[in-house]
DNA sequence: CCCCGAACGTTATACGTAACACCTCGGGCG
DNA sequence: CGCCCGAGGTGTTACGTATAACGTTCGGGG
């Protein structure tokens, strides 16, 4: 129990030479003590010149001196142990479905971007699109976190999330069914609305709705939106063709709308740019002109939609400002702010595959 | 030194009860010694147990119950000190120019599927793609990491990582002047051999070259392989328009190169997808068909590929593959096994953007 | 002459974990 | 009987950092 009378540990050698501690459980990189050793001080000194509270307590003599040793020995500060002693990091967890979704790809450029304003981290969980039950992302990320910003759509990694007891921030998700810290959406019922109201001053009476089969809310917040706004008019017929995500899904899904029975639509609208763009390629195999016999329109406005011939009338959201809300709302939280909750607005953008319908005979 | 005699630091209440140490520097999880308490043993105890190196060590029934009382008060190891124990972090930097790029997006996807199955993390950080000298990626990713895996493509911020002192796995890059560790690398050489033998096999003899106008090697291998296959037939001319990445810049280069002086091109291999689909636009606008009165080839096969009308042909690249070859041979330089250099191939793709020359007047 | 308060640092922890070196105890064996 | 052995643990330490609490010097005012 005491602790005197000869070293307890084995390798008792007194030389101030480690010796290869025999299982070497640090790469042997310089420390804060190596500085403080270099420039004559303890190792509380260096903590506070490097960690800028100096001001008051060491010389600017001594405090130069050990910012010159710190960077010629190449001293950097181990997070890990930094992590540990501060209880934070200062990193956050963005869990999304996939980056190869533009869009998402977007939103972390987004996070990425004002997380480096505040000196946070952002480090990312794709969760893997597939059903499942997901591996935990709390081990996958491997990094110590202090807060999740999550999309919706990343719907099987959400149940695991929910057990860490970390803050989290919910990206485009319902925010009445939320028992997030704080949401982050995106007016997508407005963009909506747009679109039909867009389509139908040009005359168009007759529409499909090519919708993803993905049980997310941002998804039936399209469909009801749409079908709300096309009702408006009187006239208005809608028929909906439901498909997966991706571009030989969508086309598949628009040739069946194109081909069903009854009157054929004059404007397919998708619930997103990628389905838009099988949809051209539908109606092109169909021998339907874009947007002479069909008009066809996007969301997301992806890249996608600009290099696609003819371009896509779309509706633009603003990913990139999702992840920076999604960011900041996160540090309020941490905080202990109050975030405001965030809506953003989408804006359509009308290009060239969209036109009056032909007429009618 | 001696632990003896009344409790040396300021609060001395000898109750086991902590009473928030007034500046509360972890956030109140439980650690392995709750645990370790509720199941009436040591936290070393718990340590092996949950480490699953107990066996011959601690009984079976006492592990079980370990386990159990860890899941039941949400035991969750503290990561920052998981990591400054053992020294090291299981996680590596992934460096690369950009997410919204595809192809990158690809490559990260590969390398955390990789990751995932080594149960090693991958941390990301987009170098930010305009020049200047970025922020240090050690301080924006803010995690602590093992090793980096870094696209050629995001030179800016080489430079600081050199400094870090950590093994060093390039992609895509000049395996001749490269001090990394390993390499994983694309035969770019040979998609875009293989590309120039289709076209000079279609009866392709005027060709122009829309290229990156990038200082990487990458794009560097695309011109060189490209001039040495079209000029194995004699006949062949290669008219070369720089560009920079992206649809609307293509369409500009690809404009450039369609109504400059001399004979038109009739055919136009562009450096990857995105400057292929400008190219397209261009045609279009140019009252060109493709491909009956030119031929247009891309590279990558993004998703973009088969988006645009008609299907470009293009060289397939691996992205996965080498997010996932990073991945493996991060892992072997950290075991201190010597990592195989890799070089995984391409593969031309043939579509509908490349068919027979018009017959020449 | 003495105490005081700046100025300038230092000492001592504590964070949560993993690994090592010890303990203890009952039984088998020579 | 004495001794060792293995099973089943415990005590202690160290990782590198940040900070609260505590010295120590020195010049000056009362």
Redesign the interface.
């Known amino acids: 129990m005491?602790?005197?009378g000869g070293t307890p540990h084995g390798h008792g050698d007194p030389t101030t030479e480690p010796t290869t501690p025999a299982h070497?459980?640090?790469?042997d990189?310089t420390t804060s003590r190596d500085v403080a050793r270099a420039a004559g001080v303890s190792q509380a000194t260096v903590s506070l010149v490097l960690g800028d509270k100096w001001r008051g307590r060491v010389s600017e003599r001594t405090a130069d001196s050990v910012r010159a040793l710190a960077r010629e020995l190449?001293y950097?500060p181990?997070?890990?142990?930094r992590?540990?002693?501060?209880?934070?990091?200062?990193?956050a967890l963005l869990v999304v479905p996939?980056?190869?979704n533009?869009f998402f790809?977007?939103v972390?450029?987004g996070a990425?971007h004002a997380a480096?304003e505040h000196?946070?981290?952002?480090?990312?969980y794709?969760s893997p699109d597939g059903i499942g039950p997901a591996?935990d992302p709390?081990?996958?990320?491997?990094?110590?976190v202090d807060g999740i910003i999550a999309s919706s759509m990343a719907a099987n990694a959400l149940a695991t999330l929910r057990?860490?007891?970390l803050p989290l921030v919910m990206l485009d998700s319902d925010p009445l069914r939320s028992d997030a810290a704080a949401t982050v959406n995106l007016d997508i019922a407005d963009g909506m609305r747009r679109t039909a109201e867009h389509l139908l001053a040009l005359g168009h009476r007759r529409f499909a709705h090519i919708a993803a089969g993905i049980d997310s809310w941002t998804f039936h917040v399209r469909a009801e939106a749409l079908a709300t706004a096309v009702h408006q008019a009187p006239d208005a017929t809608l028929r909906t063709e439901p498909t997966a995500l991706g571009?030989?899904e969508g086309r598949a899904a628009a040739e069946r709308a194109l081909s069903g029975p009854g009157p054929r639509p004059t404007a397919l609208v998708c619930d997103d740019d990628?389905i838009a763009?099988?949809a051209?390629?539908a109606a092109?195999r169909l021998g339907l002109r874009v947007p002479d016999d069909l008009s066809i329109t996007g969301f997301d406005d992806l890249?996608?939609a600009?290099?696609?011939?003819p371009e896509l009338t779309t509706v633009r959201l603003p990913a990139a400002a999702v992840g920076e809300a999604g960011i900041r709302a996160l540090i309020a939280v941490l905080d202990g702010r109050a975030p405001e909750p965030t809506e953003l607005p989408g804006e359509l953008v009308v290009r060239d595959s969209t036109a009056p319908p032909p007429a009618d005979r």
């Open positions: 005491t602790a005197e070497r459980p640090t790469a990189r190449g950097r181990n997070l890990a142990a992590n540990l002693r501060l209880g934070r990091t200062r990193t996939a980056l190869t533009e790809a977007r972390h450029a990425a480096a000196s946070v981290g952002v480090v990312l794709p591996r709390f081990d996958s990320a491997r990094a110590a057990g860490g007891g571009v030989t990628l763009a099988g051209c390629k092109r890249s996608l600009t290099a696609l011939e």
